[in-house]
């Protein structure tokens, strides 16, 4: 494609969706794409041409007239307004921002913009009052669809204030939507391509699923005995992983999880090994906490080496674990939830339970754990869906699309 310039935007370089988001667009480059990354937070990278938004901080004036009630900074603003709604233990997002994201040089010379998860980063106001190419929109979860919230989970345990906020800042987004900018939206998991094509902002726009992407050169099988010794492991034992960037989110199953994982058939053959920040009060069961590993070559090092990966989570996207377990050769025992089960080829890759419960969790990992499978059919099957790759080709297409129209 080489001289029409794509600018991929994301808040974050990290976390599922930052990670997501910046493999593509290494993966677009190394298709011959001029793709340019904009993020709210990270390194700039001159190399990958990769940005950073400056950061722009509450005035010292600015929270000198917060404190008698005279707001000017949106962050101060929705800190406020999350306290009046009562839902600060709720990830919530306004749609105003202090980030001058449309002002940056690479938005004003993009062909087309590619957002991916911009919480706080993103004015709606400006995206449609001054943005004048395609957009491509790559959710990674429910908040441009939504209100205020990201998952419905949240929405059903906020509080009501925050419940009629969410169904206002919904018919606000729609207005401002009237414009001639139609953005085509990519969901990396068809179960949230249909909760968008259902929802009130998004139900009448072009929607393509594209799973997320990996590198297969680094997420791919490793010799285990290698690959426990690198961690400390024990090499004769079976060992489950879960991962999370928040092992104690409510979200991501931490409840289901520690029922699921009380099983006498776990306490005395496996032993349990846990990636991210926190703590899991595990009782008679051996516990390996790694923490958090920010490095993908010893990620794809720690699949390898353990026998099964459990995703608990009681409503999720397309969680990258899942994928870069496979591409590893590693199986994944999933709840129904979201798009979880989309990956997994029951039998061949893992099993999915049959409900979003600590039982039915527990049912399909005593069931995994019996199961002959095999880690070299598992690693390859993924590895044709989701090298990087094949997915930046459907990107790239995607864009080739979208510049004829506008030419």
Request: proline residues 4%; glycine residues 8%.
């Amino acid at each position: 494609m080489g001289d029409p310039k794509i600018v991929q935007v994301s808040t974050n370089q990290s976390g599922g969706a930052g990670i997501a988001a910046l493999r593509l667009h290494r993966g677009l480059r190394m298709e011959g794409v001029h793709s340019r990354f904009l993020s709210g937070l990270g390194q700039p990278d001159s190399r990958w041409e990769v940005d950073v938004l400056s950061k722009r901080y509450p005035r010292f004036w600015e929270r000198a007239l917060g404190k008698v009630g005279v707001h000017r900074s949106q962050q101060i603003l929705w800190e406020k307004e999350t306290c009046r709604l009562g839902c600060q233990d709720i990830f919530t997002t306004s749609i105003e921002s202090d980030a001058k994201l449309i002002d940056h040089a690479w938005m004003q010379d993009a062909d087309i913009i590619n957002l991916h998860w911009v919480s706080g980063i993103l004015s709606w106001k400006e995206l449609f009052k001054r943005c004048r190419v395609p957009i491509v929109w790559t959710l990674h979860d429910m908040n441009a669809f939504m209100g205020i919230f990201h998952y419905e989970f949240d929405r059903q345990r906020g509080s009501h204030a925050s419940q009629v906020k969410d169904a206002d800042v919904i018919r606000e987004k729609i207005q401002l939507m009237q414009s001639d900018i139609k953005p085509v939206i990519v969901t990396p998991s068809r179960w949230l391509k249909d909760q968008s094509v259902a929802s009130e902002l998004f139900w009448g726009l072009r929607h393509e699923v594209i799973a997320n992407g990996l590198d297969t050169a680094i997420f791919k099988p490793y010799p285990q005995r290698f690959a426990r010794t690198v961690f400390g492991l024990n090499p004769d034992k079976k060992l489950l992983l879960v991962v999370a960037e928040r092992l104690a989110d409510q979200r991501k199953g931490f409840g289901l999880l520690l029922q699921a994982l009380r099983l006498p058939e776990l306490q005395r053959n496996w032993e349990i090994v846990a990636v991210g920040d926190g703590e899991l009060p595990l009782e008679n069961l051996q516990y390996h906490r790694v923490g958090a590993i920010n490095d993908e070559r010893l990620m794809g090092l720690l699949y390898s080496a353990v026998d099964l990966v459990v995703i608990a989570s009681r409503e999720d996207n397309l969680p990258n674990v899942i994928l870069e377990s496979l591409c590893c050769g590693t199986p994944v025992v999933g709840t129904p939830a979201g798009g979880i089960p989309e990956p997994i080829v029951p039998a061949r890759d893992g099993l999915v339970a049959k409900a979003v419960t600590g039982e039915a969790l527990s049912a399909a990992i005593r069931q995994a754990i019996e199961m002959p499978f095999v880690r070299e059919k598992i690693a390859a099957e993924a590895a044709a869906r989701y090298d990087l790759s094949v997915v930046s080709r459907r990107y790239r297409q995607l864009y080739e699309e979208l510049l004829k129209v506008t030419l």
